[in-house]
């Protein structure tokens, strides 16, 4: 199976500065078929279920702000939140879909410094 | 829109069997292209994808727990059933059911998870 590992496990930020989350896989999940990279970024609150905000590694599901973006290609992919807002406190996941047995990374606690 | 729901038992004994249902709207399981998983997330702990089940009946199964698991589909009902037997302490975690829905791309779907569940607690405890 495919080892996604992200990084740091929890950061704190000031409201409205940004935060940044790493996310790497052990394999390349770039595929030739697709052109794509097949990665999900997912959002997850106290007692939630997570939400998807990003697929296709940097592509923002409808009804997400654009304060979130995804980038990067292969092994290594990075989440952004460009200006931290109270409601962003949660636990983000990245998930690579790109074998048929779907991994999921450890989670990022972000929280408010 | 699309909704999902699961129920099932809160808790169950140690070595019985779990059954849990998620019952959804908003799409079908017999339109090409769409999916539905299970995963579930221990206490504090981090997500573990379990299964699935295709639009074509096709289905996959975690490579650590494929014989303990199974999981079927009853199109009529708009419900997906997942059974996980011999249940330990270990298997005590939230179960979420999600769809998955799938992009063609050279006459292949690729899938990804875009709504979850809002899950079920399940304690295997004696």
């Known amino acids: 199976d495919i080892v996604m590992t992200q990084s740091p496990d929890s950061l704190a930020v000031s409201l409205g500065e940004r935060a940044t989350i790493n996310c790497k896989s052990s394999?390349?999940?770039?595929?030739?078929?697709?052109?794509?990279?097949?990665l999900g970024w997912y959002q997850q609150k106290p007692g939630q279920p997570p939400k998807l905000l990003i697929y296709w590694a940097s592509t923002r599901e409808s009804g997400v702000p654009d304060r979130f973006s995804g980038s990067g290609s292969g092994t290594d992919f990075t989440l952004t939140i460009t200006s931290l807002q109270a409601e962003d406190v949660a636990v983000y996941y990245c998930?690579?879909?790109?074998?048929?047995?779907?991994?999921f990374g450890q989670g990022t606690k972000v929280e408010i410094k | 829109q699309v909704t999902l729901k699961e129920s099932g038992p809160a808790l169950v004994e140690p070595t019985q069997t779990l059954t849990l249902i998620c019952t959804f709207s908003?799409?079908?399981?017999?339109?090409?292209?769409?999916?539905v998983t299970w995963i579930r997330q221990p206490p504090g702990k981090a997500l573990e994808w379990l299964a699935r089940?295709?639009?074509?009946?096709?289905?996959l199964y975690s490579t650590s727990l494929k014989t303990r698991l199974t999981i079927s589909k009853d199109t009529s009902r708009n419900q997906v059933v997942f059974t996980m037997t011999n249940m330990d302490p270990l298997d005590t975690a939230t179960y979420f059911c999600a769809r998955a829905r799938g992009e063609l791309t050279l006459n292949n779907y690729y899938y990804y998870i875009d709504v979850w569940g809002r899950g079920t607690t399940v304690t295997v405890s004696s």
């Open positions: 908003g799409f079908s399981l017999n339109t090409q292209g769409m999916r």
């Open positions: 089940i295709d639009w074509d009946d096709t289905k």
């Open positions: 998930q690579q879909y790109y074998t048929t047995f779907w991994t």
């Open positions: 394999q390349s999940i770039l595929s030739s078929s697709t052109n794509k990279n097949h």
